[in-house]
């Protein structure tokens, strides 16, 4: 039982680890000269520019900065209610609450995702506000570690449905 207690922890924290890279790094989207994630566009590595209002979707780069967050959140309050679970629970119970809580992480993360893959061809198309061809870029591993954050918060939740307490 500890192992399993113990893999739970660390697919936990290797989930949290995963959205907490792809939240922050700048690498969502990667060209020769480039890179940009939610929050700024560098040129090379020291010129960089945060995201603001003048870019034409700013509305969508928000609700994925919104959604990450959240889901970055979510994660972490579920592994606290989880750690308060393990030892307010009786034996036999499910941690269901950490599981919705997992869960409702790995939603935010999909939808976050979801909109920068719907939306990546308006957000990067040539205009004034790159200095730059940005649409000869291509994803980045922010990008990818987003989706595989999807994936273990999915799995992770998952198995905190599943999982009873026993001694």
Request: aromatic share 14%; glycine share 2%; proline share 0%.
């Given at each position: 039982m500890l192992?399993?207690?113990a893999?739970?922890?660390?697919?936990?924290?290797?989930?949290a680890?995963?959205?907490?890279?792809?939240?922050i790094?700048?690498?969502?989207?990667?060209?020769?000269?480039?890179?940009?994630d939610?929050w700024?566009?560098?040129?090379n590595?020291t010129?960089?520019?945060v995201i603001?209002e003048?870019?034409?979707?700013?509305q969508?780069?928000?609700?994925?900065?919104a959604?990450?967050?959240?889901?970055?959140?979510?994660c972490?309050?579920?592994?606290?209610?989880?750690i308060?679970?393990?030892?307010?629970?009786?034996?036999?119970?499910?941690?269901?609450?950490?599981?919705?809580?997992?869960?409702?992480?790995?939603?935010?993360?999909m939808?976050?995702?979801?909109?920068?893959?719907?939306?990546?061809?308006?957000?990067?198309?040539?205009?004034?506000?790159f200095?730059?061809?940005?649409?000869?870029?291509?994803?980045?591993?922010?990008?990818?570690?987003a989706?595989?954050?999807?994936?273990?918060?999915l799995i992770?939740?998952?198995m905190?449905?599943i999982?009873?307490?026993r001694?």
């Amino acid at each position: 039982m500890l192992i399993l207690l113990a893999f739970i922890i660390v697919f936990h924290i290797t989930s949290a680890a995963l959205l907490f890279i792809s939240t922050i790094d700048n690498a969502w989207w990667v060209g020769k000269d480039f890179s940009t994630d939610v929050w700024k566009i560098c040129t090379n590595i020291t010129n960089c520019t945060v995201i603001n209002e003048n870019l034409a979707e700013y509305q969508s780069i928000q609700a994925v900065q919104a959604t990450m967050i959240l889901s970055t959140i979510f994660c972490c309050v579920a592994f606290l209610v989880f750690i308060l679970q393990l030892f307010r629970l009786k034996q036999g119970e499910r941690f269901v609450l950490t599981s919705i809580i997992q869960l409702l992480s790995c939603l935010c993360v999909m939808i976050a995702a979801s909109i920068y893959t719907d939306r990546h061809e308006d957000l990067h198309k040539a205009d004034e506000y790159f200095q730059f061809n940005a649409a000869s870029g291509q994803y980045g591993y922010s990008f990818i570690l987003a989706w595989i954050a999807f994936a273990f918060t999915l799995i992770s939740g998952v198995m905190y449905l599943i999982l009873r307490k026993r001694k």
